[in-house]
């Protein structure tokens, strides 16, 4: 029977190769296509090829035939980060400023590396626009990629005739959020490494220096204070029943999972979030200012205001927040004005609240947005420092209590020990 060698890619965008024995080439491409995979390319092999490495014959690129929507989708691994979306927005606006045609800007854009965006998504991107559609009807085909508000943003671009500018405004806007992204994560880093530091510290001391010590105390026979019998109890038990902790981790984060998904306790956790002590603050900040520069940026392009609201509640992570923004949306589908809602769901800050007022007094909701933003994220700036020096003498504090249960727990049966000989 002839061998078949194959490359195609997972769901996850993933490639794989194999050899298949089967009778011929479209049976090759059925039995890929039940392994839950789609063929890229099938080629005949002489017998005993493995892996595909004895190819002979003609390549088939049976990517070709797929939809190019499918096709960039698989050809995309991942959803890029904001960084190297802003970095292509920023790419695109350029080479348009430049005085390019669109065709020939996206044509140049497969060429420019934009690290997290596929070459082809640029090369899908001018083959629709080629095809006479335009640039965000193009990108609404690969949602993976561009969401909803950079859809909107771009088609805004269009219809006002200022693609250039928007496409900046695009590239500025990601570039600040992965700015906040960045700090939020960076104050978080140093509290994980020295908790990671302190449980490996902990574990190594349980499961290998007290059996040890726990041989020695034996030995001598030297009665031993509470602590160190708390100690070598709590050492035993890991030694011999460490799997049932960890059975016990595993149900835990499933049952965790399993509330987080549930409608009722996604919106509990969300709420604790908002409420949490000094993480609250930094959450709220985060999320007022991510409102505000997102429809703030939207209404400045031109987007209506429901369809600003309906996706900029898309943005938004928190339910809390979400409910908020839906029944400001439904308020002013009612006809009122943006501000009686937001202040109605006593969720937004007064200061919000005001600005927004005065926006609409002034005709400039998006100016008042703008600068809201702008507030928040310095404020949010502050409130991480200020959580970060809160969170390293906690830590330190907490772990000097444990270093120093160890030790005392350690030094107490050796004081008994030395003064039982010198006595």
Request: glycine share 6%; hydrophobic share 50%; aromatic share 8%.
């Amino acid at each position: 029977m002839p061998q078949f060698s194959y490359r195609a890619r997972r769901r996850s965008g993933e490639l794989v190769e194999g050899v298949l024995d089967v009778a011929d080439r479209s049976a090759a491409v059925t039995q890929i296509e039940r392994l839950g995979l789609f063929p890229v390319a099938v080629d005949t092999a002489k017998a005993g090829a493995v892996n595909g490495t004895q190819r002979t014959g003609k390549s088939v690129d049976l990517m070709a035939f797929l939809p190019p929507t499918l096709r960039a989708q698989l050809r995309q691994k991942r959803k890029p980060k904001l960084q190297e979306l802003a970095t292509f927005t920023q790419q695109l606006a350029n080479l348009i400023q430049s005085g390019m045609p669109l065709t020939v800007a996206l044509n140049s854009m497969t060429h420019l590396e934009s690290k997290g965006i596929s070459a082809d998504v640029s090369r899908e991107l001018k083959q629709e626009v080629t095809e006479g559609k335009g640039l965000s009807d193009a990108m609404a085909k690969q949602p993976r990629v561009f969401s909803d508000l950079y859809v909107n943003m771009v088609r805004a671009g269009e219809q006002s005739g200022s693609l250039v500018e928007v496409l900046r405004r695009l590239a500025n806007h990601y570039q600040q959020f992965a700015e906040v992204q960045s700090k939020f994560t960076s104050a978080l880093i140093y509290p994980a490494m020295v908790c990671c530091v302190g449980a490996g510290i902990v574990a190594f001391f349980m499961f290998f220096m007290m059996p040890r010590f726990m041989v020695i105390f034996s030995g001598f026979g030297v009665e031993l204070p509470l602590p160190t019998r708390l100690l070598m109890g709590f050492s035993n038990f890991l030694s011999r029943f460490w799997w049932l902790l960890g059975l016990l981790v595993i149900v835990a984060i499933i049952l965790f999972k399993r509330f987080q998904a549930s409608a009722e306790g996604a919106r509990t956790l969300d709420e604790w979030k908002l409420n949490a002590p000094v993480f609250g603050k930094v959450m709220k900040l985060n999320l007022f200012g991510q409102f505000a520069r997102t429809l703030g940026t939207l209404l400045q392009n031109g987007v209506p205001v429901l369809t600003a609201l309906k996706i900029t509640e898309q943005v938004i992570a928190n339910r809390i927040v979400k409910e908020a923004i839906a029944k400001t949306r439904d308020a002013v589908t009612d006809g009122k004005t943006l501000a009686q809602p937001l202040q109605q769901s006593k969720v937004f800050p007064q200061l919000m609240v005001d600005l927004v007022r005065i926006g609409e007094e002034t005709g400039d909701v998006p100016g008042a947005l703008n600068n809201l933003a702008g507030t928040y994220e310095n404020e949010l700036q502050i409130a991480l420092r200020v959580m970060t020096n809160l969170i390293e003498p906690i830590l330190i504090i907490v772990m000097a209590l444990i270093v120093g249960f160890l030790l005392i727990s350690i030094l107490l049966p050796l004081f008994r020990l030395i003064s039982q000989i010198h006595s």
